[in-house]
């Protein structure tokens, strides 16, 4: 079985969308869900409840385009509504739906992270976009990555690059996402271990821990991160 993690796309077989349109939604979330079903576009996985609602179902969300006000969807699926996961597209193919004046610095950005060996996807309006060709992107909308990293002092060196991003706008946001799936926002990182924060939020797939040391995200202690 697939272990979960945040920001995971997952997309729903003919049979879990069917279900999923049978529920009492409201017109404006109904045409929408019925849109993404038409065009077998995924939803994400979100924080999970520590106790699930039902056995064997899944938190997702659907962050709508403008077309619906951009509301956020939540939705429980079984698993045996999933037809397959995917992940959000990396930063080179969303290259062309940055601003003109930002791709210069995204492209040293892309080198940066290539020589720290460092896998990089977009989420948030930017890969939405990507992925439905729909209107998520807004001016002030920020580019949300998030990063693979292997232990603090991987982190750190990514967090050189990041803090290096050469462009105004868009604003550079994302998570560190260390093995297990633990993901801390990197400019809160950068903050902690410049000694301005005492401890650091540590998002996890069903909570959310303080944490004021390193032993977490070191290789020995990831396991301990796992539900």
Same mark, same amino acid.
């Given at each position: 079985?697939?272990?979960?993690?945040?920001?995971?796309?997952?997309?729903?077989?003919?049979?879990?969308?069917? =279900?999923?349109?049978?529920?009492?939604?409201?017109?404006?979330?109904?045409?929408?869900?019925t849109h993404w079903a038409m065009h077998r576009l995924p939803l994400v996985v979100t924080r999970q409840p520590i106790a699930p609602p039902a056995a064997g179902c899944i938190a997702l969300g659907l962050p709508s385009p403008a077309r619906w006000d951009k509301r956020?969807?939540?939705?429980?699926?079984?698993?045996?509504?999933?037809?397959?996961?995917?992940? +959000?597209? /990396?930063?080179? *193919?969303?290259?062309?739906?940055?601003? /003109?004046?930002? @791709?210069?610095?995204?492209?040293?950005?892309?080198? $940066?992270?290539? %020589?720290?060996? =460092?896998?990089? @996807?977009? +989420?948030?309006?930017?890969?939405? *976009?990507?992925?439905?060709?729909?209107?998520?992107?807004?001016? $002030?909308?920020?580019?949300?990555?998030?990063?693979? &990293?292997?232990?603090?002092?991987?982190?750190? %060196?990514?967090?050189?690059?990041?803090?290096? +991003? $050469?462009?105004?706008?868009?604003?550079?946001?994302?998570?560190?996402? +260390?093995?297990?799936?633990? =993901?801390?926002?990197?400019?809160?990182? %950068?903050?902690?271990?410049?000694?301005?924060?005492? =401890?650091?939020? &540590?998002?996890?797939?069903?909570? &959310?821990?303080?944490?004021?040391?390193?032993?977490?995200?070191?290789?020995?202690?990831? %396991?301990?991160?796992?539900?």
């Amino acid at each position: 079985m697939v272990s979960l993690r945040r920001h995971q796309l997952v997309r729903l077989s003919e049979a879990g969308w069917s =279900a999923v349109l049978l529920r009492p939604w409201d017109p404006q979330a109904r045409e929408c869900l019925t849109h993404w079903a038409m065009h077998r576009l995924p939803l994400v996985v979100t924080r999970q409840p520590i106790a699930p609602p039902a056995a064997g179902c899944i938190a997702l969300g659907l962050p709508s385009p403008a077309r619906w006000d951009k509301r956020r969807l939540t939705l429980q699926v079984p698993r045996t509504a999933l037809l397959c996961f995917d992940e +959000f597209p /990396r930063l080179a *193919q969303v290259q062309g739906l940055l601003p /003109r004046a930002a @791709r210069s610095a995204v492209r040293e950005l892309r080198g $940066g992270l290539d %020589a720290c060996r =460092a896998s990089s @996807r977009v +989420f948030g309006s930017y890969g939405w *976009q990507a992925i439905s060709g729909l209107d998520h992107v807004r001016p $002030g909308s920020d580019l949300d990555l998030w990063i693979s &990293v292997d232990d603090a002092s991987h982190a750190d %060196a990514v967090t050189q690059v990041l803090q290096s +991003f $050469g462009a105004a706008r868009p604003r550079l946001d994302g998570e560190l996402v +260390f093995d297990g799936g633990a =993901a801390v926002a990197w400019r809160e990182w %950068a903050e902690w271990r410049a000694g301005r924060a005492r =401890a650091v939020m &540590v998002k996890r797939l069903n909570d &959310v821990v303080l944490k004021r040391d390193t032993a977490w995200c070191e290789r020995a202690g990831l %396991a301990e991160l796992v539900p």
